[in-house]
């Protein structure tokens, strides 16, 4: 495996540290990987979606433009994260996990084409070892992010989802890939990864009943980033990503805006 080199990114006057190459943020390519909050925003089938309440726009008496909106909507939906505390008790809230896991280098996992071959596809850890192994280098220490494929889908619950359906009785009907709950126990037991992100709708695949994806990850406090946009804008390796939620005190999860920066 490639050797560990501690080096520095460079976000203006801003450093980062960690096992990466150099990069100068400011002149890298920015890549958005966050789906817009809107009215076919998708959310859990038990959720209710995304409301935006407008508010007063125009012209003051003073002369000046004015435009206040409000927003309705659950912790888990659109592109979000899922704090550890989500489906492990005790450990982090949204607001306490640390911002090393948040930000620094990142990685992509490619399983298009066994997700195009079966939509219920789970990433295993030969997956994993195989990227590794092609790449001569380790997930360690990385930002760990899996394309299904499925954000071509998006917004369309039918295609995305599985289903159109609401309520309870949906969750049963969900169709989409995930992480195998081997591989995420074999991510939180021999690498170090700081978050593992996803082009669905769920770290677990549609067909799931115990979320053990979810507590396998979560056990080792290791955030869930869900709904990630434009995947198919990135590379396999040299890139960095900044993942930074709303910080809700005590939170589950919530809204979170991913920017990733590509080596100029």
């Known amino acids: 495996m490639r050797r560990r080199i501690l080096t520095t990114i460079f976000l203006g006057g801003f450093a980062l540290t960690g096992c990466a190459r150099r990069m100068e943020l400011s002149s890298g390519k920015f890549v958005d990987l966050t789906h817009s909050f809107d009215e076919q925003t998708i959310y859990w089938p038990t959720e209710k979606g995304f409301v935006l309440e407008r508010g007063p726009a125009g012209v003051t008496e003073k002369g000046y433009y004015y435009t206040a909106n409000r927003f309705c909507s659950a912790e888990h939906g659109g592109t979000h994260i899922d704090a550890p505390i989500h489906f492990f008790q005790g450990h982090n809230t949204l607001d306490t996990i640390p911002l090393r896991q948040l930000i620094g280098r990142a990685v992509l996992i490619d399983v298009r084409m066994k997700c195009a071959e079966n939509p219920n596809y789970q990433i295993v850890v030969d997956d994993l070892v195989q990227w590794e192994s092609r790449h001569n280098e380790r997930l360690d ?16 619950p039918a295609k995305y989802l599985g289903t159109e359906a609401r309520g309870p009785e949906a969750v049963a009907k969900l169709h989409f890939p995930g992480l195998h709950p081997d591989a995420a126990k074999w991510l939180a037991q021999n690498r170090s990864v700081r978050a593992v992100g996803i ?16 507590v396998g990850l979560f056990e080792k406090n290791i955030p869930a980033l869900e709904n990630v946009a434009n995947l198919d804008q990135l590379p396999e390796t040299g890139f960095v990503v900044l993942a930074l939620p709303m910080k809700i005190r005590g939170g ?6 991913i920017v990733a920066v590509l080596n100029p």
Do not use: K, M, N, Y
Not at 143 to 156: C, D, H, K, Y
């Open 141 to 156: 220490e990385a930002i760990l992010l899996l394309r299904t494929g499925f954000a071509a889908f998006w917004p369309s």
């Open 252 to 257: 589950s999860g919530g809204p979170v805006r």
């Open 199 to 214: 082009d669905t709708a769920s770290i677990d695949f549609g067909q799931s009943t115990h979320f053990q994806s979810h």
